[in-house]
């Protein structure tokens, strides 16, 4: 079935350091949203992108949809502990949705 | 705007027990999904709803698994029987239609000893 992978697993970052983490298919997505989901808590909705090359920005967030529709990212600029959590990648395609492997980040304060 | 409900919380059972969980989405959203989460992956979609009517079962082990929602608002999801491997938190999600964003439940973190 549709894979999502998601890179890196895990990351540890200095509290104020940048952060990325890259959702990838080997198929054409059709759309991309991203959740967040803290430590023993439920996947919370972030964002949804639908367009080729769409930029999305919230606060220090910045989401981007690759041109081909096959990639996505999510930077987080100048992280701080509050960020701490998974982040997973979801792909709506047709009536499925195919959430990503997830990046786990721990911020270091 | 109350969130979705899920019950039981927490779960403890036998193999080869039978256990139920119930979902009360959203007031209004007429999509309703079912996700089980291993430790340590991402939910992986079991069943979706759209009111009453199954949109995708396809991942769905049919063997021992079911769901319903018979008045197209809340559901339950059921295991009979219970295997080792189906320890993990299942997850209750609605949104107002398909595609649209998701509002998760609290989860039922299932241990099947």
């Known amino acids: 079935g549709q894979q999502v992978m998601q890179i890196p697993q895990y990351q540890h970052v200095q509290e104020g350091e940048d952060f990325t983490t890259y959702c990838n298919s080997s198929?054409?997505?059709?759309?991309i949203q991203w959740y967040k989901q803290r430590p023993g808590g439920h996947p919370v909705f972030l964002i949804q992108?639908?367009?080729?090359?769409e930029v999305k920005k919230q606060k220090r967030l910045t989401f981007q949809f690759g041109e081909a529709k096959k990639n996505s990212s999510l930077h987080i600029t100048a992280t701080q502990t509050t960020d701490v959590g998974t982040y997973f990648c979801?792909?709506?395609?047709?009536?499925?949705?195919?959430f990503g492997t997830g990046t786990s980040l721990t911020v270091i304060p | 705007e109350a969130g979705v409900a899920q019950s039981p919380r927490y779960k403890i059972i036998e193999k080869r027990q039978s256990v139920a969980f119930w979902c009360n989405p959203i007031?209004?959203?007429?999509?309703l999904y079912w996700y089980q989460q291993i430790l340590g992956q991402g939910p992986k979609l079991l069943i979706q709803?759209?009111?009453?009517?199954?949109?995708?079962d396809s991942q769905l082990p049919k063997d021992r698994f079911s769901a319903e929602r018979l008045k197209g608002v809340d559901s339950t999801l059921k295991i009979q029987p219970a295997k080792l491997e189906d320890s993990a938190v299942y997850l209750c999600?609605?949104?107002?239609?398909?595609?649209?964003?998701?509002?998760f439940g609290p989860g039922t973190r299932l241990t099947v000893l």
């Open positions: 999600a609605s949104s107002p239609r398909t595609g649209l964003k998701q509002f």
């Open positions: 979801a792909d709506n395609t047709g009536n499925q949705f195919y």
């Open positions: 709803f759209q009111n009453n009517g199954v949109v995708d």
């Open positions: 992108l639908v367009k080729s090359g």
């Open positions: 007031s209004g959203h007429a999509t």
């Open positions: 198929t054409t997505l059709s759309n």
